[in-house]
């Protein structure tokens, strides 16, 4: 007898493998928080557009350059562009003046800040507010225009610093022409730029302490000094030490405005003003060097990088909870 379609055997329709189980978790909070991502999306695609895409052109660091063949069509040379920095004739000077100028500006940026911030924090809300303009000023103004306000107080004629020695009877100072004044006013003039934002960070690290720790504090008799000292430093460890290892991530590459716009490219200067990122620019402008330039750039970069891990992995040897990463 002839098998009717009832009797045939029902064929099972195939399972489709799962998703893997961490692609549907990333999914759904995606899907949780999309309004966020939207709202996030137009600084992600100013980000990937002006820092990830320009990246294709760091094949220039191992490349013989040509405009007629273009990137892809240039020759290669492997490491040859990277014997530039070493091999020049100032290497040893401006290796050592971007490392030493880094390390004063992360140490006494974070001192000054912290202080600043623990002084803030003892003032009442209307002074705050003031302080808080005052000294963040500075850090929206152009190192262009620092320059200007540099050159004001230190030009050899008209300058306010030179007035003031002029009362005194003393001769005109030509703060230029000299290389040992500049180890302390860069550090100044840094110092004054950046503070503003720096100490903000650490104040708003302050505020967001628990108050009832200075409660109990202050009712075991603890003064303002020792409260600073033993609750507000200790909380903000873990601010100060994420900002620190951040800091090394430039360690190797020099604040280009500050040296070049500052100290106003004279060459008298040049033994304690000169960087990296200033002499390389001298390189690039006269000798149109591009393949050296691109080479330098990614090789500050991959410092830049070795450093943040190492300390962080020091941190984390050391305080697990403070690490970064």
Excluded: C
């Excluded at 799962?18 to 909070?29: F, G, I």
């Excluded at 350059?65 to 290497?91: H, M, P, T």
């Excluded at 600073?228 to 991530?249: A, E, N, Q, Y």
Aim: glycine fraction near 8%.
């Amino acid at each position: 007898m002839a098998e009717t379609e009832l009797d045939a055997p029902v064929m099972k329709a195939e399972k489709q493998p799962p998703a893997p189980r961490w692609l549907s978790k990333e999914w759904k909070h995606l899907n949780k928080n999309r309004e966020l991502l939207l709202l996030a999306m137009p600084g992600i695609l100013f980000k990937f557009v002006i820092a990830y895409i320009p990246m294709i052109g760091l094949i220039l660091a191992y490349k013989y350059f040509r405009y007629d063949q273009g990137i892809f069509g240039s020759k290669w040379v492997g490491f040859n562009n990277f014997e530039f920095l070493f091999k020049a004739q100032d290497a040893i000077r401006i290796i050592r003046n971007t490392l030493l100028y880094n390390i004063s500006y992360i140490v006494l940026g974070t001192v000054a800040a912290l202080l600043l911030a623990l002084l803030l924090n003892e003032l009442n809300g209307r002074l705050i507010k003031i302080y808080q303009t005052t000294m963040f000023l500075p850090y929206f103004i152009s190192f262009v225009l620092v320059g200007y306000i540099t050159n004001a107080f230190l030009d050899h004629k008209g300058g306010y610093l030179n007035t003031i020695i002029g009362w005194f009877g003393f001769e005109p100072h030509k703060w230029y022409l000299e290389t040992t004044p500049w180890i302390f006013i860069l550090p100044l003039v840094a110092l004054w730029k950046g503070i503003g934002f720096s100490t903000l960070v650490y104040y708003a690290g302050i505020t967001g302490i628990n108050t009832d720790y200075y409660e109990a504090a202050r009712l075991d008799g603890a003064s303002r000094i020792q409260m600073m000292w033993r609750i507000t430093l200790p909380l903000l460890k873990p601010l100060v030490i994420i900002l620190f290892i951040l800091g090394l991530g430039n360690i190797f590459r020099g604040d280009f405005g500050l040296h070049y716009f500052v100290p106003n490219n004279v060459g008298p200067n040049f033994p304690t003003t000169d960087i990296i990122d200033t002499y390389v620019y001298r390189a690039l402008t006269k000798l149109g060097d591009i393949n050296s330039a691109a080479a330098v750039g990614f090789l500050q970069s991959v410092v830049g990088l070795i450093t943040v891990v190492s300390a962080n992995f020091l941190v984390r040897r050391a305080d697990k909870d403070n690490a970064l990463f």
